[in-house]
């Protein structure tokens, strides 16, 4: 009997996650159903879905895990510090078609800071909004281990919002996903 349990509770498990695919329903990282709000970022005219579960990372925090006065100007993080969203924006008007030699130019700016990471491009693709957006991952390593990295720069009315996503490598599966939906999602007003 108690083996029927575990199997009636585990297609139930499944059968929720089935449901839970998009922003609106809600999407599963891990065992952890993320919900999502629209939320500006402050300071400027964007909007996007952002998790339910994140909190803007505390100043105190912010200021040990990104000591650079460049540091991004807006950070959401999961309440145990291992998944951050950041946000800036670029002061680069540019026009339809100029994506591609901006994230050239990203791309061997980081390669020049550390020549050993292997960056990919994920793709140039346009968001729901119809705003050109190129994406590049690599994986970082740091003392405590290594941090998969997907940067996404997209080239909006006036700037280019660059946003910035990490997390544990091991996590990566989890949140790719989550997170391609919530850039995609962008809205400028």
């Avoid at 998790?51 to 505390?58: E, L």
């Avoid at 291992?82 to 994506?99: H, I, Q, R, W, Y």
């Amino acid at each position: 009997m108690e083996y029927l349990d575990e199997e009636l509770l585990e297609a139930k498990r499944k059968s929720e996650r089935q449901k839970c695919t998009t922003l609106e329903t809600g999407m599963y990282a891990g065992e952890e159903k993320i919900t999502f709000t629209y939320r500006k970022i402050p300071g400027t005219a964007v909007i996007l879905p952002m998790p339910d579960q994140f909190i803007v990372m505390p100043e105190g925090v912010k200021n040990v895990k990104y000591p650079s006065r460049e540091a991004p100007d807006f950070i959401m993080t999961s309440l145990d510090g291992t998944v951050n969203m950041c946000f800036s924006l670029l002061p680069a008007a540019l026009k339809d078609g100029e994506m591609k030699e901006l994230s050239r130019q990203y791309k061997n700016a980081l390669q020049s800071v550390n020549p050993s990471l292997v960056i990919k491009n994920c793709r140039i693709t346009r968001t729901d909004r119809d705003y050109e957006m190129d994406c590049l991952e690599y994986t970082g390593y740091h003392l405590d281990g290594q941090s998969y990295n997907r940067v996404y720069l997209i080239r909006l009315k006036k700037n280019v919002l660059q946003g910035v996503f990490h997390c544990e490598s091991k996590s990566r599966n989890d949140w790719s996903e989550i997170m391609d939906k919530m850039f995609l999602a962008v809205e400028e007003k």
